[in-house]
């Protein structure tokens, strides 16, 4: 089977965590809206009334299903990709895992947008000053040093131990997306997440994820997704 995923094809952004996965599945895939049919068709999709249709991207088109969230859809493949543990509890605790990692996400976004998606960064700027101190200073170590711990306490290569999750391949997003977005601030903290570093470079070098990373499919950062640089915020 080959899935449809749909998602904006300027950014990274939600979709990217789907990505990693089924580029490490070796999953045939179309990335729908960078393709002919454009962002037209995941509109369409979007606007239906009839089914389940998805409130907004990224969502997933497997054969008749329509998969709706980032951590919904993950939790979908990692089961039939092998990219989740076996067991109930163990599926169980990767999702629970990868939904901790979507409220980081979200708190990354309102470094540069804390009074809401609607306004532009320039007419917000005194705020995301605030909040970005704010994030470093408390939120960062909080979600960091959770996820440190556990590839402390698992004494393994990846979170849940020995083998590869999905969970892995969206801490390497993680900490790829902070190095761009606060490359300062990011190189300071490091020093206290030896455990997160040495996962994202073992991430970086497999070989489904190095040879995705060196081509096309891979859309560079940019100040349209999560992660966006702006020298005033990282100081």
């Known amino acids: ?8 094809p300027e950014m990274q952004g939600r979709g990217e965590y789907v990505r990693l996965a089924l580029e490490e599945a070796e999953a045939a895939y179309d990335d729908v809206a960078r393709g002919p049919r454009g962002s037209a068709a995941m509109m369409k999709m979007m606007e239906a009334h009839k089914g389940t249709p998805p409130f907004a991207p990224p969502f997933l088109k497997a054969g008749k299903l329509v998969i709706g969230h980032t951590a919904n859809i993950l939790l979908y493949l990692g089961a039939r990709h092998a990219l989740a543990p076996k067991t109930e509890a163990g599926k169980l605790w990767v999702h629970q895992l990868q939904l901790t990692i979507t409220d980081l996400v979200v708190e990354i976004h309102d470094t540069h947008h804390p009074l809401g998606p609607s306004m532009y960064y320039e007419d917000q700027k005194p705020a995301a000053k605030k909040r970005t101190a704010e994030f470093w200073d408390e939120r960062v170590p909080k979600y960091l040093d959770y ?11 990846y979170v849940t131990g020995r083998r590869l999750t999905y969970v892995d391949l969206s801490l390497f997003q993680i900490v790829d997306g902070l190095r761009y977005a606060f490359p300062k601030r990011m190189k300071a903290f490091e020093t206290n997440i030896p455990g997160l570093v040495g996962l994202h470079e073992r991430v970086a070098a497999r070989p489904n994820i190095k040879a995705y990373l060196a081509s096309e499919r891979r859309i560079p950062f940019n100040e349209q ?11």
Do not use: S, T
């Not at 089977?1 to 904006?8: A, D, P």
């Not at 996820?147 to 290569?157: K, R, S, T, V």
């Not at 997704?225 to 990282?234: A, K, P, Q, T, V």
């Open 225 to 235: 997704g999560i992660f966006r640089r702006y020298r005033e915020l990282d100081n």
């Open 147 to 157: 996820f440190e711990q556990l590839l402390d306490d698992n004494d393994g290569a």
């Open 1 to 8: 089977m080959k899935y449809e995923l749909y998602y904006w």
